[in-house]
């Protein structure tokens, strides 16, 4: 098929989509046409935007993820492709895609080490594979990060937990649990927990 052909038929499937969203306000039938047209371009005026609204408001996960891959390979702004990546591994998160999601967090983050976003989902990802060493990386990386005491305090807080029974360091829980009591110097289930630290350093 030549281009001109493929450009006549992106345009008829985009203005298609547009009216059916837009105009109709019907996402039934905007919703395939989005789909031929991102087939022919994903990267072409708003498409990938629309449809990516349209399969998080309908909940699919996959076709999301599968989205974001095809428009990962066509971003060259180093900026947008972390963005996506990130989208792409929260979005394999909910799929129950750990491994994909993970190698999608990971691959932001060595693009850009301080995204805040890509941290806090790979250190809960981490948590919840116990996979305890890199959800120590991604929560001291976040704890330098984070401006108000609110968010430092609920990563200092895991990383207490963290260093006291998960991946036990006392010396370390110690510290977390301290800059804790930093932010909030009335929490007394920290304070409870800092002296059965200081009790087991004793043992």
């Given at each position: 098929m ?14 298609a ?6 105009e ?5 039938r905007?919703l ?6 991102a087939?022919?371009d994903?990267?072409?005026e708003d ?11 309908r909940g699919q996960g996959?076709?999301?993820a599968a ?8 971003v060259t702004d ?6 996506m990546?990130v989208q792409?591994g ?9 491994d994909g999601?993970r ?7 060595q ?7 890509a941290?806090?989902?790979l250190?809960?990802?981490?948590a ?12 001291v990386?976040?704890?330098r990060?984070?401006t108000t005491?609110e ?5 200092y807080?895991?990383l207490?937990?963290?260093?006291s029974?998960?991946?036990v360091n006392l010396s370390?829980?110690?510290v977390?649990?301290?800059?804790v009591l930093?932010r ?5 289930a920290?304070l409870?927990?800092l002296v059965?630290v ?6």
């Open positions: 030549d281009n001109a052909r493929l450009v006549k038929q992106l345009l008829a499937w985009y203005d989509a547009r009216m059916w969203q837009d109709a306000k019907d996402v039934e905007a395939p046409a989005l789909e031929q047209a087939m022919l994903v990267a072409y498409i990938f935007d629309r449809l990516a609204i349209v399969y998080k408001q996959s076709e999301l989205l974001l891959e095809r428009r990962i390979e066509r180093p900026a947008q492709r972390v963005q990546e792409r929260l979005a394999l998160v909910d799929l129950g895609d750990e999601a190698r999608s967090l990971e691959a932001a983050l693009e850009q080490p301080d995204h805040i976003e941290l806090r989902a250190g809960d990802l981490c919840k594979q116990k996979a305890w060493d890199g959800a120590e990386q991604a929560w990386r976040l704890a990060l984070l005491p968010e430092q305090r609920a990563v807080t895991r207490g937990e963290l260093y029974v998960h991946a370390r829980a110690e977390a649990l301290k800059e930093k909030a110097p009335n929490d007394g920290t409870e927990k059965e200081y009790k087991r350093q004793n043992d």
